[in-house]
């Protein structure tokens, strides 16, 4: 998938997001946050110009979110951002209104509102991670003109073949018939097993 396909995963099929911002201590505060839309620049969603939130958002604009889908832990789809957002123009609200209907019975006229302002979430990169899929699904992405940085454990020159690493993956994620052996990025836990059980130190955190 393209960035633009998680971001609308995001908004259509999850919706709702454990929000983070810190206050003016530095200490991180969570909130429930409905993104309202996206594009290929980024995501939308709105608030109130007297919550607490709002002055979180004005005094510090990097942020970061979850958000998941599913009836259980082998059922979920996870998804997690880091970003920086800013507060755009309030033209957007009705727009946002018409593709969200439900505000329009927490904010039932035009008159109540006034205090709300729309943010967009400029660029990001975010995480993919598909638990109801065996072996598991991981993906990383960006937007807003910012470049993913490769992250994940790789395997050196340095392997010796022993295979000691597969045996301790718990998704069976790394390809053996190759030396050095390959893991297989899009399935990995990143739990770490294969550095801790190498013998050669062949397995780097990036």
């Not at 009705?94 to 205090?115: G, H, T, W």
């Not at 960006?142 to 597969?166: D, H, N, P, W």
């Not at 301790?168 to 990995?188: A, F, G, N, R, Y």
């Amino acid at each position: 998938m393209q960035a633009r396909d998680y971001l609308k995963y995001i908004v259509e099929e999850i919706h709702s997001t454990v929000f983070a911002t810190v206050d003016e201590k530095g200490c991180p505060v969570t909130c429930a946050i409905g993104m309202m839309d996206c594009d290929e620049s980024g995501l939308y969603f709105l608030t109130a110009k007297g919550k607490k939130f709002y002055g979180r958002l004005k005094a510090n604009e990097n942020i970061a979110f979850t958000a998941m889908k599913g009836e259980d832990t082998l059922s979920c789809v996870a998804v997690s951002v880091q970003g920086k957002a800013r507060e755009i123009w309030p033209e957007m609200l009705p727009a946002l209104f018409e593709k969200n209907p439900y505000m329009k019975k927490i904010y039932p006229d035009v008159r109540s509102r006034d205090q709300l302002t729309v943010f967009k979430i400029y660029e990001g990169t975010g995480e993919w991670f598909d638990l109801s899929r065996l072996p598991i699904e991981w993906a990383s992405f960006s937007f807003g003109g910012v470049l993913a940085r490769e992250s994940g454990y790789f395997v050196t020159e340095q392997c010796i073949g022993c295979k000691l690493c597969y045996s301790k993956c718990p998704q069976k994620c790394i390809d053996i018939t190759q030396k050095p052996v390959v893991i297989q990025q899009e399935h990995c836990l990143h739990c770490g097993n294969c550095a801790e059980i190498c013998l050669v130190g062949a397995v780097e955190k990036s």
